[in-house]
């Protein structure tokens, strides 16, 4: 059976991708780091026919991480998707910038999904289409950046992404295709009510091109709609 950890599947787009790949008869492996408050996970893993299972990570905390990970020792997990994610100050500028938010976010968005992708290596190579996504941002693309503003996210999405495709290279000769999506502007909690895509359109979009990647994308920073992003 196919199979998918997701980090950050509580709410927003996380909690989608367990959604529509639980719906699709996936073992999906939801993180999160508030199972009891997880309402619609716990909903979702209690309906007949569906195989989800709830798992406490709190991405920013080795200890969690490699609790779940040593509980799924021995299952193989397809497709793991470093979903969770910050956006951290946004008001902030030169000259008076915030350095503790600025450390939260890097830990949060470019140290914690290396880390889980660190613990959770071997079960993605041993599973038959050995993907790791990092959900980054448009926000994070150097070359597509012509406004002032978000420094915090952006930096971290940009370092997230040069992570992703040194992490590409490195895991070549053990058959990992590794890739970095922007989701769309998402109508969730960080995108807000204004944002042009819902949960909804924006994971079939990346669902449909996940099955379309192949070896050679490995290492490639991609929009929702299969087009290529600049770095
Ligand atoms: N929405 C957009 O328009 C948009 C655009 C570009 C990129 N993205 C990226 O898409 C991803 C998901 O964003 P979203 O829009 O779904 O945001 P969201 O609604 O704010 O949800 C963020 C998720 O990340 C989880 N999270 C944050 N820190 C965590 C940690 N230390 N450990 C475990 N989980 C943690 C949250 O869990 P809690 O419930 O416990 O806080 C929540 O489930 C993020 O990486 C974001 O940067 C979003």
Known sequence: MDSVLITGAGRGI???FARQYATDGWQVFACC???ESAEELNTLSATPGIKLSIHKMDTTDEASIKAVADDLVGEEIDVLINNAGISGRRDVEVGSMDYDSWAEVMQTNVFAPIKVTEAFMDHVCESYMQLVVMISSRMGSIGDTTSSGSMIYRSSKSALNMA?????L???SRGLTTV???PGWVR????GSEATLTPHESV????????????SDSGKFFNYDGTELPW
Do not use: C, I
């Open 180 to 182: 970095s999506v922007h």
């Open 170 to 172: 490195e895991t070549k």
């Open 164 to 168: 992703m495709h040194s992490l590409a």
């Open 188 to 191: 969730t909690d960080m995108g």
């Open 204 to 215: 079939s979009a990346l669902r449909n091109l996940f099955f379309q990647l192949r070896d």
């Open 14 to 16: 996380g909690l989608e």
């Open 33 to 35: 780091r508030t199972p």
